[in-house]
Nanobody
Framework: QVQLVESGGGLVQPGGSLRLSCAASGNFFSINTMAWYRQAPGKQRELVATVTGRANTNYADSVKGRFTISRDDAKNTVSLQMNSLKPEDTAVYYC??????????????????WGQGTQVTVSS
């Protein structure tokens, strides 16, 4: 099992910056891919950015050049640095990971886990 706890959301003015973080904990062997998703009211949840392995990253076109995803394996965290924020970035942001988890009996399995979400509001 893996638990994800997000932090860093809040209210920011257009053009401003925020840094989101997500900490993973629990009984797992490794985390393969970590990602950030977001969901605006009335819209589908969309993939924002992913980091696979140590530093193989991908971004949605809408955030490319403005957002940066990074991971710290020593701390089991993933961050999303968001610069030049726009009102269109307003959404609930969710942390996600694909992990090799370990059960109490010692068996391992691959699964996806989600954080609780953190609100990001970009407004003047």
């Amino acid at each position: 099992q893996v638990q994800l706890v997000e932090s860093g959301g809040g209210l920011v003015q257009p053009g401003g910056s925020l840094r989101l973080s997500c900490a993973a904990s629990g009984n797992f062997f490794s985390i393969n891919t970590m990602a950030w998703y977001r969901q605006a009211p009335g819209k589908q949840r969309e993939l924002v950015a992913t980091v696979t392995g140590r530093a193989n990253t991908n971004y949605a076109d809408s955030v490319k050049g403005r957002f940066t995803i990074s991971r710290d394996d020593a701390k089991n965290t993933v961050s999303l640095q968001m610069n030049s924020l726009k009102p269109e970035d307003t959404a609930v942001y969710y942390c996600n990971c694909n992990a090799v988890a370990r059960s109490s009996s010692g068996s391992t399995y691959l699964a996806n886990y989600w954080g609780q979400g953190t609100q990001v509001t970009v407004s003047s």
